[in-house]
C-alpha cells in the first residue's frame, strides 16, 4: 500500500517545495485539490458536510483560500522532482473545455515522465459554476461528454465528435496514444457508477471513515463486476489524522491512502522546520525516506 499526500489552500511555490520534501520524505504521491475562484457569497454545500465523511476543511472557500491552476502548479512540481506521483484531487473537468484540458493533462504527462493522474469531478459550488459561465444543472452531463473527448484524444487518433455541448470536425490531439490515468472523484450512486465503468480509479470525496472507505470501495467493486469490468482499478482514500493506524487499510488490500499535507507540513514553520516534520511523519508511517533528496 502506497502513502500519499492530498493538500489544498497552498501557493504554487510552497506545492513545489513540498513536493521536493514529500518525495525526500517517501510519500508516494502529491494530490492538489481546486477551485477556480472564490465566491465571497455563498450558500452551496459541500458533499461530505454534515455527513458520514470528516471535513478537514470546515469552510472549503473562503476569501482568505489560497487558489492556484493545478496543472500549471503540479508542472512546476514535476520540474523539481523526479519520482514523486503528481495528481489533481479534484480537476473541475465540467468548467473547462475538454479538448484544452486533454492538451494540458497530456503536456503535463510527458513533461514529468508518466507520473501524472487526472482526478477530475463534477463539481458541487453552483456559485462558481455561474462565475464562470457554467450551468450548474449541466455539471454532470458536461462531465460525461468530456470523458468522452479526453478518451478520444488521447488514442492517439483522429476522431470527430457530435455531442450536446461540443461538436468538431476530425482532429488529432497527438500521434501516440497518451496513457494519463483518469480518477474520478464523488461518493453519491451516481458517481460511484460513473467511476466503475468510465474511471480507471477512485478518490475519496472528504475523509470518510475506515469502515465508510470499505462500504464504498465495495460498492465501487460490486458495479465494476455488474458491468463486467476486470480492468486494474485503483482506489486512493484519505485519513482523518497521520497517527491512524494504517495496518487495517493495508490489510483490506486499499492501493493508497492519502494524509492531509498540512497535518505534516506546518504552515507556521520555517522550511527547515516544514522538512523536519513531513520527515518525521514519513518514520512515523513506515516510509523509507529516498536519499539525496530535498532542498
Known sequence: MKVGLSCYDISASDLVALAVDAEAAGFASL????????????????????????????????????????????????????????????????????????????????????????????????????????????????????????????????????GTFWRFGRVLMSREPVGVPLVLGGKTERALRRAADRADGWFSSGTPSFDDCLRLRGRLLDLRAELGRHEPFAVHVRVATPDVDLAPYAEAGFDSVLVWADQVWPADADRAGRRAALAEAGARLGLVPRQGRGA
Open 31 to 162: 494530490w492538489l485539490g481546486e477551485h477556480v475562484v472564490l465566491p465571497v457569497d455563498y450558500a452551496s454545500a459541500h458533499p461530505t458536510a454534515g455527513g458520514e465523511a470528516h471535513q478537514h476543511h470546515t469552510v472549503v472557500v473562503q476569501p482568505g483560500t489560497t487558489l492556484v491552476d493545478p496543472l500549471v502548479a503540479l508542472s512546476a512540481a514535476a520540474a523539481a522532482t523526479s519520482d514523486i506521483g503528481l495528481a489533481t484531487g479534484i480537476y473541475l473537468l465540467a468548467l473547462r473545455p475538454p479538448l484544452v484540458t486533454a492538451r494540458m493533462a497530456a503536456t503535463l504527462h510527458d513533461v514529468s515522465g508518466g507520473r501524472f493522474t487526472l482526478g477530475v469531478g463534477s463539481g458541487w459550488l453552483e456559485e462558481e459554476f455561474t462565475a464562470v459561465g457554467v450551468p450548474f444543472a449541466e455539471r454532470g452531463a458536461r462531465l460525461d461528454e468530456s470523458i468522452d473527448i479526453l478518451r478520444q484524444a488521447w488514442s492517439g487518433k483522429p476522431f470527430a465528435h457530435d
